[in-house]
C-alpha cells in the first residue's frame, strides 16, 4: 500500500505571493489533517478534514485554508505569505480506529 | 496549561542500551488515546506506538513500550536496544474523544534523542 504524499517537497516562495499545498492519503482513508511545524512554536494543528467536510479548526488565520475532494486528495492553501509562515507543513491520514500516518511534508521557504 | 510535556529536549543513550522518553500530559475528557512518533531529521513523522486510555495493559511494538501510569497521566516511551538508527526527535502527541470522529494531535516539544556507538 503507497503511502501518504505530498508534493511539492521543497517550496520557494516571496511575502504576498499565495501558496497550494497538496496531501494524497493512504488509499482508503478519508481523515486529511495538516500540521505546521516551526523551530519556534512546534507542531501545531490546522485542521481535519473527513469526507470532503472541515471537522476540526485550529487556531489560525483565514489565510489558511483547505479542501478535500471526493477522493480524499487534499490542498492547502496559504494566502498573502509572510516569512513567519516558513515550515514544514505535514499531512496525516487517517482511518477508522485511531492510527494516523504522516507525509514527508514540504518545507516552504518564505523571502 | 501545556497538555503535553516532554521534559527532556535531549537524551543521550549508548548502542545497545535501553532508554526511557518521558511524557505527561493533561485532559479532562475520559476517553483519550497517546501516540509517540519519531521524525529523522528528513522530517517525516513515524508512527512509532499507541496507547487509548481505556486500554488495561501497555502497549508494545517491537523494540517500543509505552508505560503508560493513568493515575499520573504519564506516557513514557521506552526504546529497548538501541539502535544508531534510533537518533531522532520523538514527539509525544494526544488526541482527546472517541477515535472516530476526532484526528486532532496535540504535540509536545519532543526530545532529541542521539544514540552514540
Request: glycine share 10%.
Amino acid at each position: 500500500k503507497a503511502g501518504v504524499t505530498q508534493t511539492p517537497r521543497y517550496l520557494i516562495k516571496t511575502r504576498g505571493q499565495q501558496v497550494t499545498l497538496s496531501c494524497s492519503p493512504i488509499s482508503g482513508h478519508r481523515s486529511v489533517s495538516w500540521y505546521q511545524q516551526t523551530p519556534g512554536q512546534g507542531l501545531q494543528f490546522l485542521f481535519e478534514y473527513f469526507s470532503e467536510t472541515q471537522r476540526n479548526k485550529g487556531n489560525f488565520p483565514g489565510r489558511f485554508s483547505g479542501r478535500q475532494f471526493s477522493n480524499s486528495r487534499s490542498e492547502m492553501n496559504v494566502s498573502t505569505l509572510e516569512l513567519g509562515d516558513s515550515a514544514l507543513y505535514l499531512c496525516a491520514s487517517g482511518a477508522e480506529g485511531y492510527e494516523q500516518y504522516f507525509g514527508p511534508g514540504t518545507r516552504l521557504t518564505v523571502t | 496549561a501545556q497538555k503535553i510535556t516532554q521534559t527532556q529536549p535531549g537524551m543521550f543513550v549508548q548502542e545497545k542500551e535501553a532508554v526511557t522518553l518521558d511524557c505527561t500530559y493533561d485532559t479532562s475528557d475520559p476517553s483519550y488515546g497517546l501516540f509517540w512518533y519519531k521524525q529523522p531529521s528528513s522530517g517525516e513523522m513515524i508512527f512509532l506506538i499507541y496507547q487509548g486510555s481505556y486500554d488495561q495493559q501497555n502497549a508494545t511494538e517491537g523494540r517500543y513500550s509505552l508505560n503508560f501510569q493513568k493515575a499520573r497521566k504519564s506516557a513514557n516511551l521506552v526504546i529497548s536496544a538501541s539502535q544508531l538508527g534510533d537518533s531522532a526527535m520523538y514527539f509525544c502527541a494526544m488526541r482527546e474523544g472517541g477515535g472516530g470522529s476526532n484526528y486532532k494531535l496535540t504535540f509536545g516539544k519532543g526530545t532529541l534523542l542521539t544514540v552514540n556507538p
